[in-house]
């Protein structure tokens, strides 16, 4: 029984190590990297805390070195969703009867575990399963992750904390109960630190989870899921579930005790996930929470008085770190004519300047993209672009999977602002510039705002402030995520909570209070202290 009001640890952002010449860490990520490569795991599903193998196996390869295999893993269909979703009703009330700070012990418990034991362990498997580098596994599946562990643990006491006022006589109090079912937790391939949080905050506001991880990054989200088993969370509680997606799917979508959608992916399946839960209201015990945070057509938008050293660096780094592959990346810029020349020289050189291949080489600035699926489809829309008259690629435009998945970071030029890499998702290293005349700066702010149906991440980029301010009101819905002179990517758990609107989310900002506040169902608690005796009403005597 709790007899305090605890408080919980005031949360910073945990520092990015470095990773210099003759560092501790590197040593250890090093050491890590060997022994990951020599010796595959075996992951299997988790259901009710047992670990279970299915006879349906997949393989999680490098998508540097296609030949490399890193671990194999069970996959669930039809029958292991059920199991799950059995076993997270099962496991529901008792986690979510326990007192909130004995559920926050265990993700602060797990902060701590990842802060040290499994830091390596972590960054490592995110390296060689997604392609990172070490710089972005460190910020992604080490302080990206501690991040949200602890910071939600302090944004979950703000909610329990805000109660109402009481009149004379009463109290009342306002109790934040975790929803009434199971939550469904989809994830994406491309940040670890998402991956677990998807299933992890919900979890911490005393939902049950089903998660289910992407196929192309199990082992980064297993060992996130091994670190929360280590750290005391109880059997059932979330259940891991990698796995053919449409079975799995349809039994979590159909189900009568769905109560809410946690995703992050692309804007068609989330779509169909709505239409799904629209279709299936009246099957439902109560209506399920969406949350999604979808695509995106991140944009750069310069003035012709931008810092255009900084300028520079922000697209090369907004476009190209990870290979494109954030939700965040700078994919399309409007550049002023009178800045271009400069620009371009500076762009073109440090673009083709980046070193490209195995992460393990920490002299490299990108890696492969994700999967064979990912480089045909990038790799399309460079060819299109060569083939299109309005369209010149200025810089990289070279692809080869003879080894993995390699695309050279590319920059292209179009004279049309609504080309088809102009205004498409493609999620992959392609940055297309749009030149517009100094004299059409509205016009090309109307442009930036009404191209694409996204609204994730956008910046621009200006000295003057009126000019700020005007660009900030024209594009005050084109972005959840607005950077003033600042690259696009990058947004740190309690700085930036990130999510976007339009096409590209519910913009319930994960990394901060208002998604915690979806996991919820609130009770109002009115206790009277004063006798009532008389149903008569001081109105009603005669006057």
């Excluded at 102009?422 to 510039?433: A, Y």
């Excluded at 694409?452 to 959840?480: C, V, W």
């Excluded at 950077?483 to 989310?505: C, E, H, L, M, W």
């Amino acid at each position: 029984m709790s007899n305090g009001i605890f408080s919980t640890p005031t949360p910073i952002n945990e520092p990015v190590k470095p990773y210099g010449p003759g560092s501790p860490e590197k040593r250890d990520i090093k050491k890590c990297l060997t022994e990951m490569k020599a010796s595959p795991i075996k992951i299997p599903l988790v259901i009710g805390g047992e670990h279970v193998f299915t006879s349906k196996m997949g393989q999680v390869n490098c998508p540097h070195n296609t030949s490399l295999t890193l671990a194999t893993f069970s996959q669930g269909g039809a029958k292991e969703a059920q199991l799950a979703i059995d076993a997270s009703l099962k496991a529901r009330k008792h986690w979510a009867s326990l007192p909130w700070e004995d559920r926050a012990a265990v993700f602060l418990k797990a902060a701590d575990l990842l802060t040290t034991k499994y830091r390596a362990r972590m960054n490592a498997a995110t390296m060689l399963g997604q392609s990172k580098t070490v710089f972005q596994a460190e910020i992604d599946a080490a302080c990206e992750l501690i991040d949200f562990f602890r910071f939600n643990v302090h944004f979950a006491e703000q909610i329990y904390r805000q109660q109402p006022i009481s009149a004379p006589g009463t109290w009342n109090r306002l109790s934040a109960r975790g929803l009434e079912g199971f939550v469904y937790a989809v994830a994406p391939f491309n940040f670890t630190s998402i991956s677990v949080n998807l299933a992890a905050t919900p979890a911490l506001m005393g939902c049950s989870v089903l998660w289910k991880p992407a196929a192309t990054a199990v082992l980064g989200s297993w060992i996130g899921m091994e670190i929360l088993e280590e750290a005391g969370l109880p059997a059932g509680v979330i259940n891991f579930i990698p796995g053919d997606a449409a079975e799995i799917s349809n039994v979590a979508l159909n189900h009568k005790d769905l109560a809410g959608v946690h995703f992050t992916g692309s804007t068609n399946t989330f779509n169909n996930i709505w239409q799904t839960v629209g279709n299936n209201l009246s099957k439902y015990a109560s209506y399920p929470r969406l949350v999604g945070e979808t695509g995106g057509k991140d944009f750069v938008f310069a003035h012709h008085s931008a810092d255009v050293d900084m300028l520079a660096v922000a697209l090369v780094r907004g476009a190209f770190e990870y290979q494109g592959q954030k939700c965040s990346a700078a994919s399309r810029a409007y550049i002023p004519r009178s800045i271009w020349p400069k620009l371009k020289d500076k762009l073109v050189a440090m673009t083709e300047e980046l070193k490209m291949g195995d992460p393990e080489d920490f002299t490299n600035f990108v890696g492969a993209v994700i999967d064979e699926r990912a480089f045909k489809k990038i790799k399309n829309y460079i060819e299109n672009a060569k083939a299109d008259s309005a369209c010149k690629v200025i810089a990289g435009g070279h692809c080869d999977s003879s080894r993995g998945y390699f695309i050279r970071p590319t920059i292209i030029e179009t004279t049309n602002p609504k080309s088809t890499t102009m205004v498409e998702e493609i999620f992959g290293p392609v940055l297309t510039v749009y030149v517009y005349e100094d004299k059409d700066f509205d016009t090309a702010l109307k442009l930036c705002d009404e191209s694409t149906p996204y609204a994730l991440t956008g910046a621009i980029f200006a000295k003057d402030r009126h000019t700020i301010h005007q660009m900030s009101a024209a594009l005050e819905n084109a972005a959840g995520n607005f950077y003033i002179n600042d690259k696009p990517t990058g947004a740190v758990v309690g700085q930036q909570p990130f999510g976007g609107a339009r096409a590209s989310g519910t913009n319930d900002k994960a990394g901060s209070v208002y998604n915690l506040l979806r996991w919820v169902n609130h009770r109002t608690i009115k206790e009277n202290y004063l006798p009532i005796v008389d149903y008569r009403y001081p109105f009603m005597a005669e006057p």
